[in-house]
């Protein structure tokens, strides 16, 4: 298995009073796919390797879980894995139940993350004085404190592009009030870097 290619793509959360919440995920097709694995975390980061991630879940070829209706917050990530029980990288990680009162937010990637550098622009509907903390595969970047937001910096008009190894990588941008801890807003978006 090409595991580094695995990665689940896109990771979606949505809920019904009558199933739950239903983590669904684009299907791997490479042709030693096993099936795909379900972690939860209650704290970031949550990767396989922050130690705040259990295995919730070891399916076969479905591309959907139900995780009902969890109380109290979690974070989700799948991983696929192959007849050698070897994993992708992460998927993007989802929050259930998404944390009240959350403005939009809108990730942007700029540049050209298949043919050369790239990075990502982040803005929230909220107009109040807000920080950005800003995540690389699970792993907190950098914290900014003016807009505009972007990864893995800005220039004060949109965000600079890199190079971060070839493979998917997930950013993330968590937007809190500034100096608190009240979080208004969250988003991640996952590319796939072909380059190096």
Known sequence: MNWVRTIVGVLVLWSSTAWGAMLTWQPNHEPDLAGYRIYQCSQQ???R???HASLLATLGKTTSFNIGTPAVTHYYFV???DFSNKESGNSNIVTFPPPP???PVTLTVVGHPATGPWGVKATTTDHRDVMATV?????VHHVEHTAPYGFPDN???TATTGLFGIGWHTVEFDFY???TTTEIGRGCVTVHEMTS
């Open 45 to 47: 980061p949550c990767t």
């Open 49 to 51: 390797a922050s130690g």
């Open 79 to 81: 991983a696929a894995y």
């Open 101 to 103: 009162h959350m403005a």
């Open 135 to 139: 995540r690389l595969d699970g792993a």
């Open 155 to 157: 220039n004060a008009t």
């Open 177 to 179: 009030v500034e100096g």
